[in-house]
């Protein structure tokens, strides 16, 4: 069985008025991925970008 490392992420907009929970195996790609809004959804409909959390 492999083990795989994985990062518990926030994001947020801004100005902080929603905040948006992720969960990834590459934090940096996945940030990228929300700056650059590749996919349409929740993070891009209100500007999610922003990296406030991770574990």
Do not use: P
């Not at 992420?9 to 929970?21: G, P």
């Not at 590749?38 to 993070?43: A, D, L, N, Q, R």
């Amino acid at each position: 069985m492999k083990v795989h490392d994985y990062a518990v992420y926030i994001v947020t907009n801004k100005i902080n008025t929603v905040l948006y929970t992720g969960v990834t195996s590459n934090l940096q790609e996945r940030v990228l991925q929300h700056k650059e809004k590749v996919h349409k959804g929740f993070t891009e409909q209100y500007h999610c970008d922003k990296l406030v959390y991770f574990e």
